[in-house]
């Protein structure tokens, strides 16, 4: 059955460049999702903010989806821990945008607990059910970055009344379903595992030699890459510190590539993470090895994945973490830290190793054992490589997504249900492998 979708994405626009301090993962998986949902028939809407005066209101993206600029606040990037505030105004511009050109939805399905908030707005105008993928849960964030999380308290309240309404709450991996039981007693028979995707058709291997000449490298440089948003918890600082433990403990001079944020240059919304982690270069005396490239776009990565001996991220931690599977995708060995998403994505000694948060000593052990033994490499790329092709394509995504949809729009709404949900079990949509109950219920 043909469907028309609102996917709701208050700060991550499909539209918008990635590396950036609000720009990451979940601006892949809107796009992604979209696209991959208009491929299978549907019509798909993507509410995001307006963050900039010159964007029109519409945006015919793609062949079944566009792009809708909702007025919210100021037409400026505004930080996402202050955008609450602006969320009243958010879902009464798309209500009122609903109600006046007669659209219609038969799902909505929001990106972040603030969207959720604008779903649940339009279900209460509208009658139209939603589901929710958080992307981030503030109880687990809270956890790990203590008075350094800027956002306000409400959210943790707003995502617990979420995940009791949402006709199905989507986790991305086995360890983000745990948490939503843990710390939010989800209903797990609404809930069901979802993993992300990763574009094969954008990211495939490169010959190393043709992409190490695009980059201006060497055949016989040892290189790590590292890609993602530039925020303390992603642990760049812990793989600069792996670099300096290469060349003291190893006497391995390895080279790193930091893609993301802004590049070399000293202003922009990244340059205070950039600037401490120069100062950690510089502290660890491998300013001479370390490059911060600045962002690129997803058709320039796959030359840096695939020039790369090794690709590291290791984040303190990750609801699910889509650049390994770019890495894999690449035919490129991930060094990874084991919490999370990447925990589920990569396999320890088949696809990459895993190795603990904030372990700059571990990091260097296995990027050395990587540099020294090339057969190991190479048939760690290889895992790798098939893992991704078999088990995290948008395709499969869409299809479990399409299933959801269908559950959603013939359940009736949580806040209308009686009795207490039974949260012993819950329903894996995962074409990975499902977590045993005795994970579940740990």
């Known amino acids: 059955m043909i469907k028309r979708i609102a996917l709701i994405s208050e700060h991550a626009s499909p539209l918008a460049a990635l590396g950036g301090v609000d720009c990451g993962g979940q601006n892949v998986y809107v796009a992604q999702v979209a696209l991959a949902l208009a491929a299978r028939g549907h019509h798909v809407d993507v509410f995001t903010r307006r963050d900039d005066v010159q964007q029109p209101r519409i945006v015919r993206w793609a062949r079944g989806v566009r792009v809708i600029h909702v007025e919210a606040g100021p037409a400026r990037p505004v930080p996402k821990e202050e955008l609450l505030a602006w969320m009243p105004e958010f879902a009464a511009d798309v209500v009122s945008l609903v109600e006046e050109q007669g659209l219609s939805y038969d799902v909505a399905h929001a990106n972040f607990f603030m969207s959720g908030m604008v779903a649940e707005a339009l279900e209460d105008a509208t009658g139209t059910p939603f589901v929710v993928t958080f992307h981030a849960l503030g109880r687990v964030r809270r956890l790990y970055q203590g008075a350094a999380d800027a956002f306000p308290p409400e959210r943790e309240l707003i995502e617990q009344r979420l995940v009791t309404r949402a006709a199905c709450v989507i986790a991305e991996c086995p360890q983000d379903a745990l948490d939503l039981i843990a710390h939010y007693h989800a209903p797990a028979h609404r809930m069901t595992v979802i993993p992300c995707g990763v574009d094969l058709e954008r990211f495939h291997p490169v010959p190393r030699a043709r992409a190490r000449q695009v980059l201006g490298l060497s055949e016989t440089d040892r290189v790590l890459a590292q890609v993602g948003r530039m925020v303390p918890r992603k642990g760049v600082d812990d793989v600069i510190r792996a670099v300096g433990r290469l060349r003291r403990d190893h006497r391995i001079e390895a080279k790193l590539l930091v893609v993301g944020g802004d590049g070399e240059e000293e202003t922009g919304p990244c340059a205070p993470e950039q600037q401490r982690l120069r100062r950690v270069a510089r502290e660890e005396r491998v300013t001479d090895l370390v490059t911060f490239v600045g962002r690129r776009g997803g058709d320039a990565l796959r030359y840096f994945y695939s020039a790369a001996d090794a690709f590291v991220s290791t984040p303190w931690y990750e609801p699910f973490g889509i650049t390994p599977l770019e890495a894999m995708a690449c035919g490129t060995p991930v060094i990874g830290s084991a919490v999370g998403g990447i925990r589920y994505t990569v396999v320890d000694g088949e696809t990459g190793f895993l190795v603990p948060p904030r372990d700059p000593d571990a990091i260097a052990a296995c990027a050395a054992r990587l540099f020294q033994d090339g057969a190991l490499r190479h048939r760690l790329a290889r895992g790798g490589l098939a893992r991704v092709r ?27 249900q009686g009795g207490t949900p039974d949260i012993t079990a819950v329903r894996i949509a995962s074409t990975a492998a499902a977590p045993t109950m005795g994970e579940l219920e740990a």
């Open 390 to 416: 078999e088990k995290f394509q948008w395709s499969d995504v869409a299809a479990r997504l399409d299933a959801v949809y269908d559950r959603a729009t013939t359940t009736i709404p949580s806040h209308e």
